[in-house]
């Protein structure tokens, strides 16, 4: 079955370091990518996405690019913020899906 | 626009109680999903409702239940409620255009079964 994999955490980091988490995916034909960002307390936030194979999401200085020769959706940051300390998702949903698979979850946790 | 909505933001309930969770989708959203989320099993998907019929349906009992209504308003109920349901409930509202699928998150309700 379908399945989205990120790499194991926590990721700490000092501030204004570089930011990235590995996510890889299986799924049948072409799944849209999306990374959701979870602040302590909260629900899921959209923080970008890509709808196919090349495409570049980015949004508030995040990037992941869909890469389907590796079936790979990385979310990168040149120059993380105490402010980004969250848990970070990776997910993906079929072309005519209704349902979200995420990830198991990634914890950023930055310091100043 | 106003986000989705999500009541109430915490539960406390008992065993074998039932209970019933409320989500209000972003205004013209037609599609609204549930998802479960447990530090051990992370977010799994519960079910989905487009104009009011359950769309798909993942892998959970049938103590787990849901409807749609008319304006798009919809509920989750969870019966004869076990320990193992405690868990934060997050409603997504979504639509889908030309550049797919896009879902967006209530806050969730935390649910604790003592």
């Known amino acids: 079955g379908d399945s989205v994999t990120q790499m194991e955490g926590p990721v700490t980091l000092s501030e204004e370091a570089f930011l990235t988490i590995n996510c890889t995916y299986t799924?049948?034909?072409?799944?849209?990518l999306f990374w959701y960002v979870q602040y302590p307390g909260e629900g899921l936030q959209l923080l970008l996405k890509?709808?196919?194979?090349?495409d570049k999401g980015s949004n508030k200085g995040f990037e992941a690019t869909y890469r389907k020769e590796t079936t790979s959706f990385h979310l990168e940051k040149g120059s993380v913020q105490v402010s980004d300390s969250a848990v970070y998702f990776c997910?993906?949903?079929?072309?005519?899906?209704?349902?979200?698979?995420f990830g198991k979850g990634t914890t950023l946790s930055v310091s100043s | 626009k106003a986000g989705v909505t999500q009541t109430p933001r915490y539960l406390i309930k008992t065993r074998g109680q039932q209970v019933t969770l409320s989500c209000s989708p972003i205004?013209?959203?037609?599609?609204v999903s549930w998802y479960q989320q447990t530090p051990g099993q992370g977010l799994q998907f519960l079910f989905e409702?487009?104009?009011?019929?359950?769309?798909n349906k993942g892998n959970f009992p049938g103590r787990f239940s849901g409807r749609q209504f008319s304006n798009s308003r919809s509920e989750m109920n969870v019966s004869t409620l076990e320990l193992g349901d405690s868990a934060l409930y997050l409603c997504?509202?979504?639509?889908?255009?030309?550049?797919?699928?896009?879902?967006?998150f209530g806050q969730g309700t935390r649910l604790t079964v003592v």
């Open positions: 997504a509202s979504s639509f889908t255009r030309g550049g797919g699928t896009e879902a967006f």
């Open positions: 799924a049948t034909g072409y799944p849209s």
């Open positions: 890509a709808t196919k194979a090349d």
């Open positions: 997910a993906l949903i079929h072309q005519a899906g209704t349902a979200l698979i």
């Open positions: 205004s013209g959203h037609r599609s």
């Open positions: 409702y487009f104009s009011e019929t359950q769309r």
